[in-house]
Nanobody, 127 residues
Framework: QVQLVESGGGLVQAGGSLRLSCAAS????????MGWFRQSPGKERDIVAA????????YYADSAKGRFTFFRDNVKNTVYLQMNSLKPEDTAVYYC????????????????????WGQGTQVTVSS
C-alpha cells in the first residue's frame, strides 16, 4: 500500500506562490505516474497536472499551463507542484494521486487510473 500526504497549502494573495508537496510512504513511487487534482465545493475533481514515472513527461491542464510546474524527487519519494501567479479561481482542495502501473511513459490524465490518493490540502487565494 502507498500512503500519500500532501502539504504546503494555505492562504495566499492573488499573484502569490505556493509549493505543494506530496510525500509517499509504504512503497516507493519512483516507478509510478503521479498526478495533482483539485476540487472546489460543488464541482468535480479535475486534473491539474500529471507527470510520468521519471519526470520526463508532464501534462498540464489549460488552467495551469505557464503558471504551475510539476516535478518529482524520486530519491525523496516526493512530488511537488510549484504554483505561481495564483488566482482566486485556483482556490480548491488539492489532491495528489499515484498510478501504480509501473513505468508508464506518458502522464496519466484520467482519475480512474489512479489507485492511491492523499487526503488533500486546502489552497485559498484571496483577491
Amino acid at each position: 500500500q502507498v500512503q500519500l500526504v500532501e502539504s504546503g497549502g494555505g492562504l495566499v494573495q492573488a499573484g502569490g506562490s505556493l509549493r505543494l508537496s506530496c510525500a509517499a510512504s509504504g512503497r516507493t513511487v519512483s516507478n509510478y505516474a503521479m498526478g495533482w487534482f483539485r476540487q472546489s465545493p460543488g464541482k468535480e475533481r479535475d486534473i491539474v497536472a500529471a507527470i510520468n514515472w521519471n519526470g520526463g513527461s508532464t501534462y498540464y491542464a489549460d488552467s495551469a499551463k505557464g503558471r504551475f510546474t510539476f516535478f518529482r524527487d524520486n530519491v525523496k519519494n516526493t512530488v511537488y507542484l510549484q504554483m505561481n501567479s495564483l488566482k482566486p479561481e485556483d482556490t480548491a482542495v488539492y489532491y495528489c494521486a499515484a498510478d501504480p502501473r509501473t513505468r508508464i511513459n506518458l502522464p496519466t490524465t484520467t482519475p480512474e487510473s489512479y489507485e492511491y490518493w492523499g487526503q488533500g490540502t486546502q489552497v485559498t487565494v484571496s483577491s
